[in-house]
């Protein structure tokens, strides 16, 4: 690289460091945010288990509540059982194994109840609602709840919400939303899903 390059690359990660520096002095509020990670790609539920551990990792306190999954094994819940992560697993599995819609919306519901009191708890620093959006698509929770919940939680907590098609409500309150688009996916090809790596 030539010494005008060198400079004018320089100058250029000057401007941006400028830039940067100016919009996180301008981030002063400090409060708990909601963070929806949707979509139809890999990787919702991976990332809200990343920030779980994160957070965890800092010492923050966090729980977790499974909607959806059921009683199969799971690495992140096995982890975060050992650094004392409170779980409530809604343990039917996918509604098209149960095939029984009421079994579903009591176990959704008592799910929900849980949700509910840990996002009411301010000692907790971080809820993940892993998958409750096909709850609210499917019907089994009340939308209007849900919402309401989310807003009145304490001040400093922070919540995830992930799973595909979620809400236009609850991406509406939220701070943070991703959606995570499918290119290619190892299953498609006929690919086992292995231990470690998809569950």
Sequence with gaps: MSEHDKQKHKKRMEAQKARIDERVSQAQEERGII?????????????????VTRAVGHGLHA???????????????DLLLKHDVPFHVMGTGFTWETQDKDTDIKAATTAWAQAK??????????????????????????????????????????????????HRAVIDIADTVSEVRPQKHAFEAGIKAQKGIDW
């Design 35 to 51: 963070i929806v990670i949707t979509g139809n790609g890999k990787g919702k539920s991976t990332s809200g288990f990343g920030t």
């Design 63 to 77: 729980a977790v509540v499974q909607f959806v999954k059921g009683t199969w094994p799971c690495g992140e819940r």
């Design 117 to 166: 009191a840990w996002l009411q708890d301010d000692s907790i620093d971080l809820v993940l609602l892993d998958e409750i959006t096909y709850m609210l698509s499917y019907k089994y929770l009340d939308l209007d709840d849900v919402v309401s919940t989310l807003l009145n939680r304490p001040k400093n907590q922070s919540v995830i919400v992930t799973g595909r098609a979620c």
